[in-house]
């Protein structure tokens, strides 16, 4: 299929710029003070020359950037991430550990933002001009332009402080004993608040994009054929018009997925989560060079992962992609 090739083109056009991403950050990370040993004599309280030593020759840090660079493009290639000293465990141990609220963050997150801007969207372009349309544009940029810690702190304050109505941060209740669904639904409770923080400001963007392409797509030619036979402007709407208007919404997806891997970082901190994008900002400030390597491939892997996905929706929502044009 014409599609699974191009598909496939993508994906191998992936793969150098991962290579370039993994190897500048290895080499950036070089320039900042400190390493692995540092953190590690920090965290006992300091040690001898010798003992520094004999820890650089163990973690291989006494050898040059280069080699140190190809080792690590090396084991790369065989899928060993390698092992954190740290946290005392191997690197994929490390992340699979923290995948999960990453993954479920990102996912409800994305859902809810990309569902509510859709809807929202959709009625501000069937009432434009009128309040309604005002009243949510209003609203997109309010959410727009407030940074998320903020989002994160007031929520904090207002429903779990002040109200009492949901848990201020953590993944799930600890000694609960939870299983099944209660599992289930515990997760989602503590994760109510940090997908309506990271879902805001993605909501917003959503939104006005649905808006503007509706009001593009019912000027289109086709559309006013369609509503000159006679169909109802619901029908119009449903069977015409969204379909068309969807295209920029599921690119926005992939565009975004980055960047909501970023948002991520503030989010789980503000909400203590134990995500990658924590362990991110742990590995910084601790030097565990490996761990945020394997974050960044892994994160990595994830955005390309979605910018497939959205190859494959893109292709069911315009025909055209598979007809080569």
């Known amino acids: 299929m014409r599609f699974l090739s191009l598909a496939g083109r993508r994906l191998a056009a992936a793969l150098p710029a991962l290579i370039i991403i993994l190897a500048s950050l290895f080499l950036l990370l070089q320039l900042a003070p400190g390493d692995t040993v540092d953190a590690l004599v920090a965290q006992i309280g300091g040690g001898d020359p010798s003992m520094i030593e004999e820890l650089r020759r163990h973690y291989a840090l006494d050898q040059s950037t280069s080699v ?60 434009v001009n009128r309040w309604p349309d005002t009243l949510i544009s209003t609203l997109g940029l309010v959410f727009y332009a407030t940074p998320s810690f903020w989002f994160g702190l007031m929520g904090i304050f207002v429903f779990a402080i002040y109200l009492g109505w949901l848990p201020a941060g953590g993944f799930g209740t600890i000694g609960g004993g939870l299983s099944g669904w209660r599992h289930v639904l515990d997760i989602a409770w503590y994760l109510t608040l940090p997908t309506l923080t990271l879902a805001l400001i993605f909501l917003a963007t959503y939104l006005r994009i649905m808006r503007a392409s509706m009001l593009e797509v019912s000027t289109l030619d086709f559309v006013r054929t369609a509503r000159a036979k006679g169909l109802s402007d619901t029908a119009v709407v449903a069977r015409h018009i969204l379909r068309n208007a969807l295209l920029p919404m599921v690119t926005l997806i992939g565009l975004q997925a980055g960047t909501m891997l970023g948002g991520s970082v503030v989010v789980e901190s503000v909400f203590s989560l134990p995500g990658l994008g924590r362990l991110a900002y742990e590995s910084v400030m601790q030097r565990d060079l490996n761990t945020l390597l394997g974050v960044v491939f892994v994160s990595a892997l994830l955005v390309i992962a979605i910018n497939f996905i959205v190859d494959l929706l893109y292709a069911r929502l315009d025909p055209r992609i598979n007809q080569g044009h």
């Open 68 to 127: 140190r660079l190809g080792d690590y493009l090396w084991r790369l290639v065989h899928l060993d991430l390698g092992y954190s000293a740290i946290y005392g465990k191997p690197v994929v141990d490390v992340i699979l550990d923290r995948l999960p609220a990453t993954l479920l963050l990102m996912g409800s997150a994305l859902a809810l933002s990309f569902a509510a801007g859709m809807a929202l969207g959709i009625i501000a372009a069937r009432r």
